[in-house]
């Protein structure tokens, strides 16, 4: 066991190595003996991947390798990341020694004719280096076509596919390092948070929350311990962003009102802070008697536009989010004095347009006016 | 050798210039060209692989001077570096064929920079939106990791918004412009073979979206259709009817497959067709009444062409069957009246005719054949009904149906009572449709005569193949490719499987029979028809089957 963890240790440090100008003094020997040890920890990921024990400890070294070698969200990753890395650790090694040009010719040489050997009679048990480096290719150009070529931005967010790719690989990494330790997903996220562009960030974040659970990747060995409980990805993420409010202010800023009326729906604890946040940014408009509408006082004062959107979007959610919604207005309006009349309480101007918005929405579709729910 | 290398320079040349107009493929026109010719232009890389596997990096370099722009203009015309069949693989040990083991120069050294940059490209083939490429790294994914989903994810996208496209017919806001359609049925094209690409393609062929004229482009329908008729790709039944509904070529290519297969396999086996039939997934197809009406056609312009061959009437004959099967599944979820299937036929004609044997009590299979025979009768001499071919269209119906034209002379040999007119009407109309009324009243006579021999020397213990001749009134000098004939030769056949006196002489009665290659045959198709039939409808008792399978076996050997 402990050789193998020194095994990989070794690779670690072969894969970080690569990308890095020292290759130029690797000689064909040491490019086949370092395929050699890739092809060796393939094998051993593939044979060890539905055992436990020695799974898990290679995933844990893995796991701290990668915290302090600096990677986890810092950067990209010198070595492995995790157990599924080993997978295919040799294509990681072969399209990094690939891409750098510090590699002298006889070196080069030698690799182009290990990955590329021409065709010939396919392996049996498993795949070839260059059969999975040829379906990488197809892969990828087929991704490439397709972005190009066919996709488009999608509007809802949660159903584009750029997104969603995004979130479900955030949602994998904050299962993995929440096993490994237990302040880890909150650590990472904050780490993340400094590193890559935030406003990208948020909408994975937003759009990780809607997606549906978990199911287990299919190529992944199942494993008893392993077997994701849905949604711990999620859990993590909102316990990140309750406690982090500039994160979470910043969340409500940047999104659209739809999208975060979704997110709330979905994970109630978000609501009362998100509802804090809004009463907060009404307090800060007044009433600008000459103009006839409430305006912030400095620039990056929410408008009324904008809080209006937001509070419409809530008032056409499903109860209860509705009815909370509903019931914070109410009570925000009564404790400024509870009046009917219009620019004197922002809540009461927020009812107001909120009712004959809704009477014109029922107007509209055909329905009786009612004064039911708003 | 040498003609083969003057070929590829010529073929150099030509794809040179090709990729030159081609560039990258950005125009509708560049994507359209590279489409239709992204398999030839595979060949050739192959071919040039083949050579320069053999040579150094100089010596391509001299034979090829501009070997290196040509690769790498294919590299970047995303059109061809996907490809699926294996264009990024040959493109590869092409590429590596270029570096020098020992460089000699700088100039040498760069190249093999260069190559090594180019593989790198075609590996990487993406450079991401910044933002994802860096919200992955952050995360410590390489793309190795996330390819495989994310092209997931954009199949399931474009398709399910195709499919909105195909349901919310009115809402023009998420209406998808026809360029983007044409768009993405152009993008499919090198892609069709790719498993993970089946869902969007299953949804372009099943989503037809609101232009009253087909807007996928053909390049598409036919790549789509290749794929399918090479089993390289699987779609659901509903998506390949789509492709044959909404691009004709397609279906007809699909017949002419089918018939170059039966070509091509052997001679007279019934089965081996039946397989053949179904595999081609066009039974199932032909339940839309506008797909089977465009089979019927070819198979009706098949038997035309070749002068009623008993080949492919015994071919129409099982597609049938296999096609009523595939009805009978069908019919839980649509159906279409009689008529669109059969339009030029009298709706009552056609039911009984549909009606399996195997579903009508035995001892109504006289009943049900004379029915037939009189509803055909109508049909053939009512002149004045204004329906197309007259004769031969009610031929051409009847013939479909081998369960109830096959059964004819059977019935007629096994009862001993006076053989009803009906039966001999439909007999002499199934062997000869062309006969006018005198001609055929002729046959008939012929035939009851014959039949009244054969009864009477079903009674005898012993007989000779000589004497069953004479009882056939065979032998004589008139032309033995005359229907009259055949039927008679079909008559005798069949009442030597079945009587019992008759299994010791067979092999003479055939010898006498069989002076000509193609009797020998028309013979051999007889005996694998009857037992296929008498296998799917149970009714073979084991001498007879014993016998007919011995003789088969025997005369294929012959031929």
């Given at each position: 066991m402990e050789s193998l963890l020194q095994h990989l240790d070794r690779f670690s440090e072969l894969l970080a190595v690569s990308r890095t100008a020292h290759v130029r003094t690797w000689d064909p020997v040491t490019v086949r003996r370092a395929l050699q040890w890739a092809r060796y920890l393939r094998h051993i990921h593939r044979r060890f991947g539905r055992h436990g024990p020695i799974r898990t400890a290679l995933e844990r070294r893995l796991h701290n390798q990668w915290r302090q070698e600096g990677g986890f969200g810092r950067g990209p990753v010198p070595g492995l990341a995790n157990f599924q890395a080993l997978g295919h650790c040799d294509v990681l090694l072969s399209l990094r020694l690939l891409e750098n040009q510090a590699l002298g010719d006889a070196a080069r040489h030698h690799l182009v004719q290990q990955l590329f050997p021409g065709p010939g009679v396919p392996d049996a048990d498993e795949e070839t280096l260059q059969e999975s480096l040829a379906r990488l290719a197809r892969c990828g150009s087929a991704v490439h076509m397709l972005r190009f070529n066919g996709y488009r931005k999608n509007l809802n967010l949660q159903e584009d596919s750029l997104m969603k790719t995004q979130a479900e690989l955030l949602l994998e990494r904050l299962q993995e390092v929440g096993k490994a330790e237990a302040e880890g997903p909150a650590r990472f996220l904050s780490s993340l948070w400094e590193r890559l562009p935030q406003n990208n960030f948020l909408k994975v974040i937003a759009v990780a929350l809607l997606q549906p659970p978990l199911s287990p990747r299919p190529q992944e060995e199942s494993e008893p311990s392993i077997h994701k409980t849905p949604g711990e990805g999620s859990q993590a993420l909102v316990h990140w962003l309750l406690g982090n409010s500039e994160v979470f202010a910043a969340f409500c800023r940047a999104l659209p009102a739809g999208l975060l009326t979704l997110v709330t729906s979905r994970h109630p604890a978000l609501s009362p802070v998100y509802l804090g946040l809004l009463t907060d940014w009404g307090q800060r408009l007044h009433y600008d008697l000459q103009k006839g509408i409430w305006v912030g006082t400095e620039s990056q004062d929410v408008p009324w536009e904008e809080?209006?959107?937001?509070?419409?979007?809530?008032?056409?959610?499903?109860?209860?989010?509705?009815?909370?919604?509903?019931?914070?207005?109410?009570?925000?309006?009564?404790?400024?004095?509870?009046?009917?009349?219009?620019?004197?309480?922002?809540?009461?101007?927020l009812l107001l347009a909120l009712r004959s918005g809704a009477f014109r929405k029922r107007q509209v579709l055909g329905?009786?006016?009612?004064?039911s729910s708003v | 050798m040498a003609q083969d290398s003057v070929d590829l320079s010529c073929d150099y040349q030509f794809w040179m210039q090709k990729l030159s107009v081609w560039d990258q493929a950005s125009t509708l026109e560049t994507q359209q060209d590279t489409c239709v010719?992204?398999?030839?232009?595979?060949?050739?890389?192959?071919?040039?692989?083949?050579?320069?596997?053999?040579?150094?990096?100089?010596?391509?370099?001299?034979?090829?001077?501009?070997?290196?722009?040509l690769l790498a203009k294919a590299c970047w015309n995303p059109f061809i570096l996907a490809y699926v069949d294996e264009s990024q693989k040959i493109l590869i040990w092409c590429l590596c064929c270029l570096?020098?083991?020992?460089?000699?120069?700088?100039?040498?050294?760069?190249?093999?920079?260069?190559?090594?940059?180019?593989?790198?490209?075609?590996?990487?083939?993406?450079?991401?939106?910044?933002?994802?490429?860096?919200?992955?790294?952050?995360?410590?994914?390489?793309?190795?990791?996330?390819?495989?989903?994310?092209?997931?994810?954009?199949?399931?996208?474009?398709?399910?918004?195709?499919?909105?496209?195909?349901?919310?017919?009115?809402?023009?806001?998420?209406r998808m412009t026809p360029e983007r359609l044409a768009s993405l049925s152009r993008v499919c094209v090198p892609l069709i073979t790719l498993p993970d690409v089946d869902p969007l393609v299953?949804?372009?062929?099943?989503?037809?979206?609101?232009?009253?004229?087909?807007?996928?482009?053909?390049?598409?329908?036919?790549?789509?259709?290749?794929?399918?008729?090479?089993?390289?790709?699987?779609?659901?039944m509903?998506?390949?009817?789509?492709?044959?509904?909404?691009?004709?070529?397609?279906?007809?290519?699909?017949?002419?497959?089918?018939?170059?297969?039966?070509?091509?396999?052997?001679?007279?086996?019934?089965?081996?067709?039946?397989?053949?039939?179904k595999d081609s997934s066009l039974p199932q197809a032909a339940c839309h009444p506008a797909i089977f009406r465009?089979?019927?056609?070819?198979?009706?312009?098949?038997?035309?062409?070749?002068?009623?061959?008993?080949?492919?009437?015994?071919?129409?004959?099982?597609?049938?069957?296999?096609?009523?099967?595939?009805?009978?599944?069908?019919?839980?979820?649509?159906?279409?009246?009689?008529?669109?299937?059969?339009?030029?036929?009298?709706?009552?004609?056609?039911?009984?005719?549909?009606?399996?044997?195997?579903?009508?009590?035995?001892?109504?299979?006289?009943?049900?054949?004379?029915?037939?025979?009189?509803?055909?009768?109508?049909?053939?001499?009512?002149?004045?009904?204004?329906?197309?071919?007259?004769?031969?269209?009610?031929?051409?119906?009847?013939?479909?149906?081998?369960?109830?034209?096959?059964?004819?002379?059977?019935?007629?040999?096994?009862?001993?009572?006076?053989?009803?007119?009906?039966?001999?009407?439909?007999?002499?109309?199934?062997?000869?449709?062309?006969?006018?009324?005198?001609?055929?009243?002729?046959?008939?006579?012929?035939?009851?005569?014959?039949?009244?021999?054969?009864?009477?020397?079903?009674?005898?213990s012993s007989l000779s193949a000589r004497d069953l001749q004479t009882a056939a009134g065979q032998g004589t000098e008139t032309d033995p490719r005359a229907p009259a004939q055949q039927l008679i030769r079909h008559l005798l056949l069949n009442f030597m499987l079945w009587a019992p006196g008759?299994?010791?002489?067979?092999?003479?009665?055939?010898?006498?029979?069989?002076?000509?290659?193609?009797?020998?045959?028309?013979?051999?198709?007889?005996?694998?028809?009857?037992?296929?039939?008498?296998?799917?409808?149970?009714?073979?008792?084991?001498?007879?089957?014993?016998?007919?399978?011995?003789?088969?076996?025997?005369?294929?050997?012959?031929?």
């Open positions: 809080l209006h959107n937001r509070f419409q979007s809530l008032c056409q959610a499903p109860p209860p989010l509705k009815d909370k919604v509903l019931t914070a207005l109410e009570t925000c309006k009564a404790q400024d004095g509870d009046f009917e009349v219009p620019g004197l309480s922002i809540w009461t101007d329905l009786s006016p009612g004064l | 010719h992204l398999a030839r232009f595979q060949e050739f890389l192959r071919k040039m692989y083949e050579a320069l596997k053999e040579m150094d990096s100089n010596t391509i370099f001299e034979r090829f001077p501009t070997i290196d722009q570096i020098n083991k020992e460089p000699q120069n700088s100039r040498q050294s760069k190249l093999n920079s260069w190559v090594q940059g180019v593989l790198s490209h075609i590996l990487s083939a993406l450079r991401f939106d910044k933002e994802v490429a860096l919200f992955t790294q952050g995360l410590g994914y390489a793309p190795i990791d996330y390819y495989p989903s994310l092209l997931k994810n954009m199949v399931l996208s474009l398709a399910s918004e195709l499919r909105e496209n195909h349901l919310n017919g009115f809402n023009t806001q998420r299953e949804a372009l062929l099943v989503c037809h979206g609101h232009e009253p004229q087909e807007i996928l482009q053909p390049e598409f329908f036919e790549a789509v259709n290749e794929a399918v008729l090479l089993k390289k790709i699987s779609l659901p509903s998506a390949v009817v789509c492709l044959w509904l909404r691009h004709l070529p397609s279906l007809e290519k699909a017949m002419l497959h089918l018939f170059e297969k039966l070509i091509s396999s052997e001679r007279n086996c019934l089965r081996r067709i039946e397989c053949f039939i465009v089979v019927d056609e070819m198979f009706r312009c098949a038997l035309l062409e070749t002068d009623g061959a008993p080949e492919i009437i015994a071919t129409i004959q099982v597609f049938t069957q296999c096609f009523v099967e595939a009805l009978e599944k069908e019919n839980k979820q649509l159906r279409f009246a009689l008529k669109t299937y059969f339009p030029y036929t009298s709706p009552s004609l056609a039911m009984v005719l549909l009606q399996d044997p195997q579903d009508v009590p035995r001892g109504r299979w006289l009943q049900t054949l004379k029915h037939i025979s009189e509803l055909l009768r109508e049909a053939v001499e009512d002149q004045t009904h204004g329906s197309r071919g007259g004769p031969l269209e009610s031929w051409f119906l009847f013939i479909h149906f081998g369960g109830w034209a096959e059964m004819v002379a059977e019935q007629l040999l096994r009862s001993a009572a006076e053989p009803p007119a009906a039966l001999l009407w439909l007999l002499a109309f199934y062997y000869s449709p062309r006969d006018g009324r005198q001609q055929r009243a002729q046959t008939m006579v012929q035939v009851k005569a014959v039949l009244g021999h054969l009864l009477a020397m079903s009674r005898s008759c299994h010791t002489i067979a092999r003479d009665v055939i010898t006498l029979m069989a002076h000509t290659a193609e009797i020998t045959h028309e013979i051999i198709g007889f005996l694998d028809q009857t037992l296929y039939r008498w296998d799917r409808l149970g009714i073979e008792s084991p001498r007879s089957g014993k016998l007919a399978r011995e003789l088969l076996k025997e005369l294929r050997t012959q031929v």
